[in-house]
């Protein structure tokens, strides 16, 4: 039996076992190699074998007893198949210490057991004695070999199939989360990542570079890598680090020009979760570069109207002849930044002029122009009777009305916004002129307040003037009588 | 001498006197009156906004249908879903406060601007609104729906 | 014109006899001395009462008493009646410029001791009269719903229940029910525009007749016959009444325009009180001062305490032609005057404080 262990790992054992228990020989791996069970052939390649754990450092009993009953007597100290959670806590023992570990010449970090209590994996299974998750469900039992060691279960190329074990499992996943979809790898497989991981780039990312590994939380877990505020940062990662990035040959600015976009701060700044991640217009599991056709439907899953419009629009045809992408030519792609009316017209920083000249597609310059002014003409009218409300309300008069169909202005501007993307001058008219015709009433209205208010003191002047007079002539008056009354 | 240049002095002094006396207690009347003539006449507009809306006639609205109503100064939604139940929520956007409006065709609330979508829960459901609408209370007497704020 | 005037007289005359009234009016005379200005306050009260009637009669006109409705009813008073803030601001206004110039009426009568035998009866109808109009201070401010009326009702019913014995139904009474509710505001309403100014008047016409039967009383220093100066009531003293009238109308409209009186936020019983809540000014003295009062005194509610030492004082400043016998046999009685001065200061003082906290 001893000719299984090579001279080398002997010397190691006795070594490295100095702190626990100093073993002269191995009776549980003896007898358990003779009666040729898996468990004992498949731990003589575990990493915990070679570094000089035993069978006993993890099911306890006496190894160096001959006798099976000696060996394996619980009075001292066997425990046999550990059980739910005591799996994992008997991992622990050692990896959770970092003296432990370090006597085993590992510098391993020491706090997976406690990350894994964080993690969704840590609720209670089905059965409600234990933990869904015990450490032997991804790392195995007996066998265990280095993350760096492509045969580990959890080595880069094996991680997805690892996780699918459960994850692509439906009748498994139905009795946690029948929520959760089970064709993750499916569609990882068709990603830029999964591509490259199923050909064999360890790079890449899979599972747990974007999960966690321990620590993996749901997605809706405020503190979990994927949730939408701090998905940005886990794509970043990777994607901003021009090192990593270098023999992939692509830009590694996303990220920064992203947080600076519109969308990246209502999503980083203002917590909005409605905005868009990294995620939205790329995919999840599927992660990949919209082409240049599929990039109007990317940006139209939520500015429908906008597409929409612009599919029906003169320009849809031209974008396609020229290959140009349909939003992203005026919007740009990462660093979206808030549309102004700017971008509108015919001045240096709008973009219609980019194609449209005074020379060349004159039509669509004249258009453009035509449109700017609309625009600004409706802008200028709200900004007017904004001015006149607030006036007419800060002379503390009551215009709740006219403050009403404010709104109606606001409303029609903004819509004429949207109504841009049809890029038809008579339509974005008719959305322009109905706000103009009511920008023009709340002007008159608030006026009407103001010029009320002024009424209001020129009244008092006249009103107290003619009391005043009133008041003097009669005090006159009296003044004459009781004179007259005494010169009589 | 002295006497005879004094009295017609004095009494047109006097007519003076009077004459403002009676023209101010014209004028002060008219001053008076103005406004409170101006005051009888009702004024034209409807007589009573209250805060708590009646909203219709329950016989007369459809199922599967939205109206606006105005609620003081804002816009209320009031959607009778194909069920018959009856909800009410703020017409305002939670996105860029535009009025939304009841979408037969998609049996959503939708919100033209940005083309918004929120369920008739009004749970924000597609677009880029923020969070849901507020609702309202909508209480049935007899036949007549009223609309309140939720408290 | 004269003739027609004339014979119209001469037919009522001949009907009513009112030809001794008027000889009666025309012989009435009103002492002038250095006290005089005081005999204004009567009139501008009485003034400030008929703007009264007319404004509240005019603002009854769109008013809508209810929870629902009496906030917006207000507001469309405000907003959308032509002049509606005018008369809204002036009945405002004229509430508490009534109520100062009644106080100032009360105390220079006081001070003067012209309660003394024989005008006890004008003193208490006057007394009865000013506790009215507090009462029109108190439900008229309740009327237009609004958030700091709501809660300065809250309060104030409540310092009315804790009197013993009839506290609870006084409450209850009040209220309209256990809570300040759109019941509240219905009884309120009634007591302002009817119960109120149905008693007003009667107290009223009593006080008028009797300034009119017995004239104005002379300060007890004059004495001597050859002090005297008069001046007759009518046209003199009633056109120099007018005249002070026309500026007080003067100065309403000026106040109307300038401070026109605010709404402020509907009612809402559901939410909390805001900060500051403080009765109106003619009430704040009382309400300063139960504020200073320790909850427990000796074996006595400080409140209930508080309310009753009130309730006693005015009932001792009520009956003050009944216990200052000297001023009546025409003597000076200090006692009487010491007491006024120590109420004056007291209720300026804690004004003031109850104002600037």
């Known amino acids: 039996m001893k000719k299984y262990i090579s001279p080398l790992a002997a010397v190691i054992l006795v070594a490295l076992t100095s702190g626990g228990i100093v073993l002269a020989k191995d009776s549980c791996l003896e007898c358990h190699t003779t009666s040729g069970d898996k468990p004992s052939a498949l731990f003589k390649h575990d990493i915990h074998f070679q570094r000089g754990v035993t069978c006993a450092g993890c099911h306890g009993g006496n190894a160096s007893a001959d006798d099976m009953d000696q060996a394996m007597d619980r009075k001292a100290g066997f425990t046999g198949v550990p059980k739910g959670d005591d799996i994992s806590k008997t991992c622990a023992g050692c990896h959770s210490s970092s003296e432990k570990m370090k006597s085993f010449g590992s510098s391993l970090p020491t706090n997976q057991w406690e990350l894994l209590q964080t993690s969704v994996h840590a609720k209670s299974s089905l059965k409600g004695k234990e933990q869904v998750v015990q450490c032997i469900t991804c790392h195995n039992a007996h066998g265990i070999v280095q993350v760096k060691n492509p045969s580990s279960p959890v080595y880069p190329l094996n991680v997805v199939k690892t996780c699918t074990r459960c994850h692509a499992d439906v009748a498994m996943m139905r009795s946690y989360n029948p929520s959760l979809p089970v064709d993750q790898l499916e569609k990882y497989r068709t990603s830029v990542h999964g591509t490259r991981n199923a050909k064999g780039d360890t790079r890449t990312a899979e599972c747990a570079n974007c999960h966690g590994s321990h620590d993996i939380r749901t997605a809706k877990d405020i503190k979990s890598k994927v949730y939408p505020t701090n998905l940005p940062g886990t794509c970043s990662a990777c994607h901003s680090n021009v090192a990593y990035m270098k023999p992939y040959k692509i830009p590694t600015d996303q990220y920064e020009k992203y947080a600076k976009s519109v969308h990246g701060i209502a999503l980083l700044q203002k917590h909005d979760q409605g905005a868009p991640a990294c995620n939205s217009c790329h995919g999840n599991h599927g992660a990949m570069p919209p082409g240049v056709e599929s990039i109007s439907k990317v940006c139209g899953t939520c500015h429908a109207l906008n597409a929409e419009l612009f599919s029906s629009s003169p320009h849809k045809k031209a974008f396609d002849d020229r290959k140009l992408p349909e939003c992203e030519t005026c919007h740009s792609n990462h660093e979206i930044i808030a549309a102004t009316d700017k971008l509108l017209g015919v001045s240096p920083e709008a973009v219609c002029s980019r194609c449209h000249t005074e020379r060349q597609n004159i039509k669509g310059y004249q258009a453009a122009k035509s449109m700017r002014s609309l625009i600004d003409s409706l802008d200028a009218g709200e900004q007017q009777d904004i001015k006149l409300v607030d006036e007419a309300e800060q002379k503390g008069m009551e215009i709740s009305e006219a403050k009403f169909k404010l709104r109606d202005v606001r409303q029609a501007r903004l819509q004429s916004r949207t109504m841009v993307h049809a890029f038809n001058e008579g339509k974005f008219k008719e959305v322009v002129d109905n706000g103009l015709k009511t920008s023009i009433i709340v002007a008159q209205e608030s006026q009407s307040a103001i010029h009320e208010y002024y009424f209001r003191r020129f009244g008092l002047v006249i009103s107290t003037l003619i009391i005043t007079i009133l008041a003097v002539s009669l005090y006159l008056f009296v003044r004459r009588l009781e004179r007259n009354k005494i010169q009589q | ?151 | 014109m004269k003739t027609i005037l004339k014979r119209l007289y001469t037919w009522i005359d001949e009907r009513v006899e009112i030809e001794g009234l008027v000889e009666y009016m025309g012989k009435k005379y009103v002492p002038v001395h250095r006290h005089s200005i005081w005999y204004y306050f009567g009139g501008v009260s009485l003034f400030l009462f008929i703007i009264q009637v007319v404004t509240g009669i005019l603002l009854l006109l769109y008013y809508k008493s209810g929870e629902e409705l009496a906030f917006e009813s207000i507001n469309f008073i405000m907003s959308k009646v032509q002049f509606g803030w005018l008369i809204r601001s002036i009945h405002s206004w004229t509430a508490n410029l009534f109520i100062l110039s009644a106080m100032i009426h009360m105390f220079s009568v006081y001070f003067e001791k012209a309660y003394r035998k024989p005008r006890e009866i004008t003193w208490i109808t006057g007394m009865l009269m000013f506790f009215l109009l507090l009462g029109f201070g108190f439900s008229g401010y309740l009327l237009p719903w609004n958030e700091l009326a709501f809660f300065a009702t809250k309060v104030g019913t409540d310092i009315a229940g804790v009197v013993p014995v009839i506290g609870k139904p006084l409450l209850t009474f009040l209220r309209g029910g256990e809570e300040v509710t759109g019941a509240t505001l219905s009884r309120f309403f009634g007591f302002h525009i009817a119960v109120l100014p149905g008693l007003f008047t009667v107290l009223l016409g009593i006080h008028l007749l009797l300034v009119q039967r017995q004239g104005m009383s002379e300060p007890l220093h004059i004495k001597q016959e050859s002090d005297r100066k008069t001046m007759p009531f009518f046209p003199n003293f009633i056109l120099r009444d007018l005249t002070l009238w026309l500026l007080v109308l003067n100065l309403l409209a000026i106040l109307a325009v300038f401070f026109p009186w605010e709404l402020g936020k509907k009612a809402d019983p559901f939410a909390p009180a805001p900060a500051g809540i403080k009765p109106e000014w003619y009430f704040l003295y009382m309400f300063q001062t139960l504020k200073y009062i320790p909850g427990k005194l000796w074996f006595f509610d400080g409140e209930v305490l508080g309310i009753l030492l009130f309730l006693f004082a005015g009932i001792l400043w009520t009956m003050v032609p009944f216990w200052d016998r000297k001023s009546s046999r025409g003597e000076q009685n200090r006692i009487v005057n010491y007491l006024g001065l120590f109420a004056v200061m007291y209720i300026i003082l804690f004004t003031i404080i109850g104002w600037l906290a």
């Open chain 2, 1 to 151: 001498m002295n006497q005879t240049s004094e009295t017609p002095d004095r009494q047109s002094k006097r007519d003076f006197l009077k004459i403002i006396l009676s023209g101010g207690v014209v004028a002060f009347f008219g001053a008076i009156l103005y406004p409170l003539f101006e005051y009888l006449i009702p004024p034209k507009q409807a007589e009573v906004e209250v805060s708590s809306v009646k909203a219709g006639k329950l016989s007369e609205i459809a199922n599967d249908s939205g109206q606006i109503i105005k609620f003081g100064t804002k816009p209320v939604i009031l959607i009778r879903t194909a069920e018959g139940e009856l909800r009410a929520f703020s017409a305002t956007c939670t996105h860029l406060d535009c009025t939304v409006q009841y979408r037969k065709d998609f049996g959503t609330i939708w919100c033209a601007c940005h083309n918004g979508k929120y369920d008739l829960h009004g749970k924000n459901i597609s677009g880029p609104p923020p969070r849901p609408l507020d609702e309202m209370r909508v209480v049935v007497q007899g036949d007549d729906i009223l609309i309140s704020k939720k408290v």
